[in-house]
Nanobody
Framework: QVQLVESGGGLVQAGASLRLSCARS????????MGWFRQAPGKEREFVSG???????LYADSIKGRFTISRDDAKNTVYLQMNSLKPDDTAVYYC????????????????????WGQGTQVTVSS
């Protein structure tokens, strides 16, 4: 069974930076593509960023140029570096993973991920 544990959230002022981490545990027979999603109060969960097994990345337009996703497979960890944070970035951020044979494909929809973390709260004050 795969478990994902997010960390790094918090309360910051606009313009600040945070780095989210997602540690993955459990058996794997191939590899995982990873993603970050977020859900603000009263809104649907939305795609933020994804990274393929090979390191290809994809970003939502709203965060492009401010957020960077990366992965360290030796540590089974994926990161989301968030810079120039805005109040609109306030949300619960969720890590997602999918066991896949595909090396280059990045998942950007909820349905493309089988495993989810519990989420970490990010609050950005103005």
């Amino acid at each position: 069974q795969v478990q994902l544990v997010e960390s790094g959230g918090g309360l910051v002022q606009a313009g600040a930076s945070l780095r989210l981490s997602c540690a993955r545990s459990g058996r794997t027979f191939s590899g995982y593509r990873m993603g970050w999603f977020r859900q603000a109060p009263g809104k649907e969960r939305e795609f933020v960023s994804g990274i393929s097994r090979s390191g290809n990345t994809l970003y939502a337009d709203s965060i492009k140029g401010r957020f960077t996703i990366s992965r360290d497979d030796a540590k089974n960890t994926v990161y989301l570096q968030m810079n120039s944070l805005k109040p609109d970035d306030t949300a619960v951020y969720y890590c997602a993973a999918q066991d896949t044979m595909a090396l280059f494909q990045v998942g950007r929809t909820i349905g493309e991920y089988d495993h989810w973390g519990q989420g970490t709260q990010v609050t950005v004050s103005s």
